[in-house]
């Protein structure tokens, strides 16, 4: 079986280890974390040899650079631009969904993650681990 690395954007700790324990219960446990939007676009892009995530999970309030701006980035590369991404984030503000539906992510939900939902947007989208 193919690994599946997930990339897992979030610099609050609680929502980290809450974020892991729910995808670890999946049987998702290869998961790479970015504490912060710089951190995760070196990376992506940086790093020898980059990271190709199977899945992005991304917040948006993010420090240095705005999850917005990852996500931008992240559409921007040919290589990236068809990674799967879902946004987990507690902003339930209007303009950030409708922003990040435009940027194409698979999904928006709010803190703190649900494994099951996760599972099952992954399912629906034909990405089942």
């Not at 209007?94 to 399912?123: F, H, N, Q, S, W």
Request: glycine share 6%; net charge negative; hydrophobic share 45%.
């Amino acid at each position: 079986m193919d690994t599946k690395t997930i990339l897992l954007v979030e610099d609050n700790p609680d929502d980290e280890f809450l974020a892991l324990r729910a995808l670890r219960r999946h049987g998702l446990q290869d998961v790479v974390v970015a504490r912060d939007g710089e951190q995760a676009v070196g990376q992506l892009f940086e790093a020898a040899p980059p990271l190709d995530p199977w899945l992005v999970l991304l917040d948006l309030k993010l420090p240095k650079m705005n999850g917005l701006e990852v996500l931008r980035t992240i559409r921007s590369e040919e290589r990236t631009r068809h990674t799967p991404v879902i946004v987990i984030s507690s902003s339930q503000e209007e303009t950030d969904v409708v922003k990040c539906r435009e940027l194409g992510v698979l999904a928006y939900l709010t803190k703190p993650i649900d494994g099951e939902k996760i599972m099952a947007l992954l399912a629906t989208a034909g990405l089942s681990f």
